[in-house]
């Protein structure tokens, strides 16, 4: 080979160069995501973080999610809630979450009583959404196959295929799914599919004015989500059921169900 | 032996008639990626039916240019966290479809935010706001005082 020392030289370089760049922009490889999320779908796309400490109850999130997807405003339904949790010092639990808190949380009155401030030792809110469950059981269990799960593990529903049977609502044990009451199907939350497919972030993301609601990219381990995920103390809501969910969960507690 | 050969005669026609009218049946978008039938088998016209749902909230960047006074008011209050569209509703298609926006001059809009909840380790307890939003001039709309796009008096 008849290489010249200046081409070589010049070669060498710009590898190293062009390497520098690349390492420090490191792509995961498809596998390497997989593992940090414990997730065996190397095609995943999206991973959800929910801050807890960070939610506020406002319910900008439930408005903005039912606007966005046409979920009838005032039908008692929705694709998205916001839970409130209030522990009392006898070690009482109150958890409400009164018109899936399309409304937000105006006054500190848990399931309808007054409390004292005194008396609270925990009071957080918690939002909900589809956890775009690896193993989704309403995919198992849908007898007509309306409903599937994309490959990079969004779980949508056909609404020509889906005949209304409820099996899926039944199965799901987050309770995300229910009937739609327009076109008596069963509805769920798709993390906005129509707006991640075209880069732009999930409704209750974009309206949420404390970022406690963030979708990263699993493959990216510079992805702000992705390494929370990699590095902090999350959790996942019913691990026990073996579904594998995709949100995850900062500032959980035991007494969030 | 013919007696036997005739009834699996018979059960192979089924088998090869179900087999046809699947064909026929089952759409050509149905299809099974790697994960096989349990969680695995996906439908491509719904996929790109979600996919090409209605974008409804567009962001700041679309309001800016045409409302550049409120723009700019609100980026320099402490309000700028908010969107635009989360008071004023999803733009959609605005001015065309639809042609006015939303404007929410009830006090139970600010009271998502503003009334006070004691609720330690929640950002909540930690923003300005009332405990009981009924001792702060009741009955009057917080925008007769408070500009939402500079909500703190005597700013600018």
């Known amino acids: 080979m008849s290489l010249q020392r200046r081409e070589f030289l010049k070669i060498v370089g710009s590898t190293a160069v062009g390497a520098g760049a690349l390492s420090a922009f490191r792509f995961l490889a498809k596998g390497e995501a997989a593992q940090i999320l414990g997730s065996a779908n190397k095609n995943q796309k999206w991973v959800f973080l929910v801050n807890t400490y960070n939610c506020v109850g406002c319910g900008m999130c439930v408005r903005a999610c039912k606007l966005e997807n046409e979920v009838p405003y005032n039908a008692p339904v929705s694709r998205t809630w916001v839970e409130r949790y209030v522990e009392l010092d006898n070690g009482t639990v109150l958890a409400d979450s009164p018109n899936a808190a399309r409304d937000g949380f105006t006054a500190d009155n848990p399931m309808g009583k007054t409390i004292n401030p005194a008396d609270i030792t925990k009071a957080f809110f918690v939002p909900k959404l589809c956890n775009q469950c690896e193993k989704p059981p309403c995919v198992q269990n849908c007898p007509v196959g309306a409903t599937f799960s994309t490959k990079e593990g969004i779980v949508l529903v056909d609404r020509t295929w889906c005949i209304g049977c409820g099996y899926c609502i039944m199965s799901c044990p987050y309770g995300v799914r229910f009937f739609h009451p327009v076109y008596h199907v069963a509805e769920k939350c798709t993390w906005c599919y129509h707006r991640i497919t075209k880069g732009l972030k999930p409704a209750c993301v974009f309206a949420c004015p404390f970022g406690a609601r963030q979708i990263g990219d699993p493959t990216n381990l510079n992805d702000p989500v992705t390494k929370t995920i990699a590095t902090q103390r999350v959790a996942v809501l019913k691990d026990e059921y073996g579904t594998k969910p995709q949100v995850f969960y900062l500032g959980l507690d035991r007494i969030v169900r | ?156």
């Open chain 2, 1 to 156: 032996m013919s007696h036997v050969w005739r009834p699996l005669y018979v059960v192979a026609g089924i088998v090869a008639a179900i087999l046809i009218i699947r064909h026929f049946v089952v759409p050509p978008q149905f299809g099974v990626w790697e994960r096989g039938y349990m969680y695995g088998w996906h439908n491509k016209a719904a996929e790109t039916w979600w996919a090409n749902f209605r974008v409804g909230y567009k962001g700041r960047d679309y309001c800016k240019d045409c409302h550049p006074g409120h723009y700019k008011q609100i980026m320099a209050s402490p309000h700028a966290i908010i969107q635009c569209e989360d008071c004023h509703g999803p733009a959609i298609n605005h001015p065309d479809n639809p042609p006015k926006l939303q404007i929410i001059k009830s006090r139970l809009l600010c009271l998502r935010c503003h009334t006070k909840l004691p609720y330690p380790t929640s950002l909540r307890s930690q923003l300005p706001g009332f405990l009981d939003p009924n001792q702060h001039n009741p009955g009057i709309e917080c925008v007769s005082c408070h500009n939402p796009h500079s909500p703190v008096l005597g700013g600018n």
